[in-house]
């Protein structure tokens, strides 16, 4: 990344990376299942966020396609992960 954007996308794209963990655990820490499902949809908020500032970042063309198909690729996999673990929760149900 150069310089001038160190701190600018670096910076969004760590703090909606760092969200995502963090929500699961102080949701680990909640009463209910529906209270915990709402730590979950916003960790999935965050992995949204993460996922277009990567896509951002690799439009303007600070990253490779190599690089972004590997960190989009992973993100989807959380994704994935926090969308079953929600339907598990909700019973089934959609989100």
Known sequence: MPNE???ALTDQLRRSTCSIPLNI???CG???DKDFVRY???ALGSAHEAEYTCFLIYDIGFI????????????????AMLIGF???L??????
């Open 90 to 95: 909700r019973g089934g149900k959609d989100l």
């Open 40 to 42: 979950l949809d916003n």
């Open 5 to 7: 954007e160190r701190f």
């Open 30 to 32: 909640k009463n209910t």
């Open 64 to 79: 490779s396609n190599e690089v972004y198909e590997k960190i989009s690729n992973a993100i989807n996999e959380v994704k």
């Open 86 to 88: 929600i339907k598990f």
């Open 25 to 27: 655990v102080e949701g």
